[in-house]
């Protein structure tokens, strides 16, 4: 299968802090990849910088076309859209105006709109039942399942996401993860950061160990057969 997403050296840095170092990575079309590591490995950063939202050196490629750098409205017109860690919602805005805003690259046609947003709620019918409701009123899984629709409403190449089960009871994660699930069967490909690394090698078809802004390991999910395989990994 050819990439969707290809990575080629790709570093960041806050200040002189190096927080990336020659990462390289790709997702085929049709993948759900997985970026694991511990807190503080560069998984958050690696995502920013995907997206132009720190200082940069390295290649992205969007089917083989090279993303704009320092410019993330460039980048989710090239099909790259992130959905941050803690949702990044719209708080005071209501749902409906928050997927609305998501699909402002579509540039007022009102019947793509219309189209996209039937498709995201029959996706999660929980916010077809609150469209007018103010956004940070919803529970957390909810504005969880809220960004998501945000960032689809972008028709994206590849969904980015960046621990989309943070704070989330059991329950819940459990819920979002499905939806991931049936996006990706669907064709979506997709870029998860997950701290919860069991769950994420449920979804993923591969994954990718860092450590200290790089890259340690490439990891088949189907070779991890217990918590002790995955500590194998994370230990070296």
């Given at each position: 299968?050819?990439?969707?997403?290809?990575?080629?050296?790709?570093?960041a840095?806050y200040?002189?802090v190096?927080?990336?170092?020659?990462?390289?990575?790709?997702?085929?079309?049709?993948?759900?990849?997985?970026?694991?590591?511990?807190?503080?490995?560069?998984?958050?950063?690696?995502m920013r910088?995907?997206l132009?939202?720190v200082?940069?050196e390295?290649?992205?490629?969007?089917?083989?076309?090279d993303?704009?750098?320092?410019?993330?409205v460039?980048?989710?017109?090239?099909?790259?859209?992130?959905?941050?860690?803690?949702r990044?919602?719209?708080a005071?805005?209501?749902?409906?105006?928050?997927?609305?805003l998501?699909?402002y690259?579509?540039?007022?046609?009102r019947?793509?709109?219309a189209?996209?947003?039937?498709?995201?709620?029959?996706l999660?019918?929980?916010?077809?039942?609150?469209?007018?409701?103010i956004?940070?009123?919803l529970?957390?899984?909810?504005?969880?399942m809220?960004?998501?629709?945000r960032?689809l409403?972008?028709?994206?190449?590849?969904?980015?996401?960046?621990?989309?089960?943070?704070?989330?009871?059991?329950?819940v994660?459990?819920?979002?993860?499905?939806?991931?699930?049936?996006?990706?069967?669907?064709?979506?490909?997709?870029?998860?950061?997950?701290?919860?690394?069991p769950l994420?090698?449920?979804?993923?078809?591969?994954?990718?160990?860092?450590s200290v802004?790089?890259i340690a390991?490439?990891i088949?999910p189907?070779?991890?057969?217990s918590h002790?395989?995955l500590?194998?990994?994370?230990?070296?």
């Amino acid at each position: 299968m050819r990439p969707i997403l290809e990575v080629e050296g790709l570093s960041a840095r806050y200040g002189h802090v190096e927080a990336l170092r020659g990462v390289d990575l790709h997702v085929d079309d049709g993948e759900l990849v997985a970026v694991l590591g511990p807190n503080g490995a560069g998984k958050s950063t690696l995502m920013r910088a995907l997206l132009g939202l720190v200082p940069t050196e390295g290649r992205v490629r969007i089917r083989g076309a090279d993303v704009p750098r320092r410019n993330p409205v460039a980048a989710a017109a090239c099909g790259l859209v992130l959905v941050p860690e803690g949702r990044g919602i719209f708080a005071p805005m209501t749902v409906a105006e928050n997927l609305e805003l998501g699909a402002y690259l579509s540039k007022g046609r009102r019947a793509e709109f219309a189209q996209r947003q039937e498709r995201v709620l029959t996706l999660f019918p929980r916010l077809k039942e609150r469209l007018s409701q103010i956004s940070g009123s919803l529970s957390g899984g909810e504005q969880q399942m809220l960004a998501i629709a945000r960032g689809l409403m972008a028709e994206p190449k590849i969904l980015l996401l960046d621990e989309p089960s943070l704070g989330l009871a059991p329950r819940v994660i459990g819920e979002i993860l499905q939806k991931l699930g049936e996006l990706n069967r669907a064709g979506l490909p997709i870029l998860l950061v997950e701290q919860k690394a069991p769950l994420a090698l449920k979804l993923a078809r591969r994954a990718y160990l860092m450590s200290v802004g790089s890259i340690a390991a490439e990891i088949d999910p189907r070779t991890v057969k217990s918590h002790n395989e995955l500590a194998r990994f994370y230990l070296g």
